[in-house]
């Protein structure tokens, strides 16, 4: 059974259906064994398209052989396409039949281009794509800067404020953002990891001047990160992200609380009192009420907020200690107060308060330079933290 032309470009996926395929063998092409495809285009057009005149005749082919797309790499496909050529006899005009499937004057298929175009997102060398499409590496080469803007660039631009962020996707993955850290909070660039290498190598392929422009970098505390802003942006200050202070203190605050909680009997008043509402412990301390009174069926008794937060604080003198430097710090953060923010990190001695919140206070002091900027910038991670939690 011989297969119909019809057939063939069904299974090359030969959309033209003014193609007609002739014949399909096999030749030596420099000591390599290639399948040839013989086929022919052939145009509709009767008028002249420069003088109008219905005067085209046939006036021989132009065969070029084009690379095809081949699913064995050692058995390439070639086409030999013989286009059919027109001339007018009235202006002496001539013309070419043309395909989706190939370039004028171009020998490498738009098929076998797509192909090297999606094995380009690969990480693959440009000589291995080369090899398994038929093509030399500089086809390639050209290829990726034909379609630049498909590919990662490297912006020669950053913007003055930057903020670094990393979210766990699963627990052996962490991808790195890096985000425009003015008021857009867009996203400039995800990698694939947080590793140092890999954020120094980015960072690298950007122009020196541009990351000279820099001039806050925003971040956890992270001490890697702070290594790889001294390194990379020569002018920028380090800014530790406001949202990240307040979580660390919190957690603290929650951890201590919880620990205390458990050294009291189940069911016990003081449990309770620890246990339950534990929101109000957070909340910011000005927008508790001291006058409206509430039922608390957890103490059976009637409370203010702020008596149901004495209540609590009332039974241990760290956390008394650890909740008012938490708010302080916090008040201190949002009103932008960089000297009482540095007093309040110096009110008290680390034994007057829990192991947990003396370990977040320890660090805060640590890094207080970078700490301090935090109250006096306005850039913040917060909406990205929002936006991928
Ligand atoms: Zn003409």
Redesign the pocket.
Known sequence: MTLSSNSIRSLLEIKDPNIKIDDIFYAFIHHTKVRIIKACLITHQNR??????A??VHNGHYTPTITYTSDNASHPVFIRLAKQRLK??????TIMAKTQLVNKYCNISNRTKSKIIMNLQDDRTQKCIAIDNNVSPSTVGRLMDENRALYPTFPDRLPKHLAFDEISRCPSSITFYLIDGSNHHRIIKILPNRFKSSIIRYFECVDLSARKRVETVTMDLNSYYQDIVYQLFPNAKIVIDRFHIIAMMTRAFNQYRSQLMKHYQYQSHEYKLLKFSWRLYLKNDRDLSNAQEYYDRHIHQKVTAGERISLGLELDTKLNNDYVVMHDVMNYLMLRNKDQLAEALFNYRYEQLSKPMAGVIRTLRKNLEIVLNAAENEQSNGPLEVLTA
């Open positions: 002249c398209p420069l003088c109008g005149f005067a085209l007018c006899k009235n202006c002496g005009h």
